[in-house]
């Protein structure tokens, strides 16, 4: 097993609340109050292979498994689901971008699996785990093999991320990879969530090093996360649901390392309505993928999406963002 050390400074509840409270207050924010919500109805689709849809639903129809991550590398698309009676092992299923299933890969845990991602710089798949942990495993592992250990396991990156079943647990419902670091978050009731930033090392020892760097507040129901670059400006991505019968929400901000808190009503961004039960979102070459575990045996009705997976233009979605 490789080395681990995490170095994560400690963040005082006092002090966060007088970063957000001085935010809230600053006349000079950066984005001013123009928030709308449009109908998904209103986008069209992009097309995929439908050997996608029929190889996720042959699972699904066959098992209790549930999708809950999504991430793209050059060449494979990585699903992750999770046994919704917690009886078999979670899993990781690869496809090539033609649709072709071409991998099941067992994780050896139950986990939640709730949010993966590809590390390009290290040829890694992050995937979350148990009470605040993440797991991050060799792609080549997950691609090839029928069963995979992680090369850096129970890192713990949990800390004040609330479970919301359990205020006394924590728990990483969803990351993602941008720019080199690694962005983690937990999905939340009532209250707001957190998002935190941490810069990844790997030295000659091969002992891995991550070090926070940056948090901020998110809006409740957070699922998943992503990030798009596109004319000098960072768009962060976050997708929102809870429950069979409502509309999922994808919102769009324009990322600024300096905002701490996202839910202030003077950060400006775009509101779209989306199928529900939406999980983890992640963009490539321009479109978002989206995916939804409404599909699966525990989770499926009449009156839910048709599709376990979707692709979106991007470019539909930012038109007109001020």
């Known amino acids: 097993m490789r080395k681990i050390e995490l170095l994560i400074p400690a963040v005082s509840l006092s002090a966060l609340l007088a970063v ?5 207050k600053n006349e000079n924010y950066p984005y001013s109050y123009n928030n709308t919500t449009k109908a998904y109805t209103t986008f069209i689709d992009e097309e995929l292979p439908d050997a996608f849809e029929e190889s996720l639903q042959y699972t699904l129809d066959n098992s209790n498994m549930v999708p809950q991550g999504l991430s793209i590398s050059d060449d494979y698309i990585f699903v992750s689901m999770y046994d919704f009676y917690h ?3 979670s899993l990781v299923q690869v496809y090539t971008k033609d649709g072709d299933l071409i991998n099941t890969c067992s994780l050896r845990n139950k986990a939640h699996v709730g949010g993966i991602s590809y ?3 290290r040829n890694l798949l992050w995937v979350s785990s148990y009470l605040g942990n993440v797991d991050a495993y060799g792609v080549f592992d997950i691609v090839h093999k ?8 129970d890192l713990y990156l949990g800390q004040d991320l609330r479970n919301y079943n359990n205020p006394f647990k924590t728990a990483v419902s969803y990351l993602t990879m941008h720019n080199n670091s690694l962005y983690v978050g937990n999905f939340t009731l009532g209250r707001n969530g957190i998002v935190k930033q941490y810069a990844i090392d790997v030295d000659e020892e091969r002992t891995i090093h991550l070090k926070e760097v940056n948090r901020f507040k998110v809006p409740n129901l957070v699922q998943g996360i992503s990030f798009y670059e596109k004319d000098d400006n960072t768009y962060m991505i976050l997708s929102r649901s809870r429950g069979i019968k409502v509309p999922s929400t994808l919102q769009i901000f324009k990322y600024d390392e300096e905002i701490t808190d996202y839910t202030n009503p003077l950060v400006n961004y775009k509101s779209f309505e989306f ?5 983890q979102i992640t963009t490539d070459n321009g479109s978002i993928y989206s995916l939804y ?15 376990t997976l979707n692709k979106t ?5 930012l038109s007109n963002f001020n």
Not at 20 to 24: A, I, N, Y
Not at 313 to 317: R, V, Y
């Open 87 to 89: 009886i078999n092992n």
């Open 275 to 279: 199928p529900p039960m939406i999980e």
């Open 146 to 153: 029928d069963e995979a250990s992680p090369r850096y396991k």
């Open 119 to 121: 590390d390009k710089e």
């Open 313 to 317: 233009n991007i470019q539909t979605l």
């Open 20 to 24: 957000s409270s001085f935010t809230s």
């Open 293 to 307: 575990e409404s599909q699966s045996e525990p989770y499926k009705t009449d009156k839910n999406n048709g599709k």
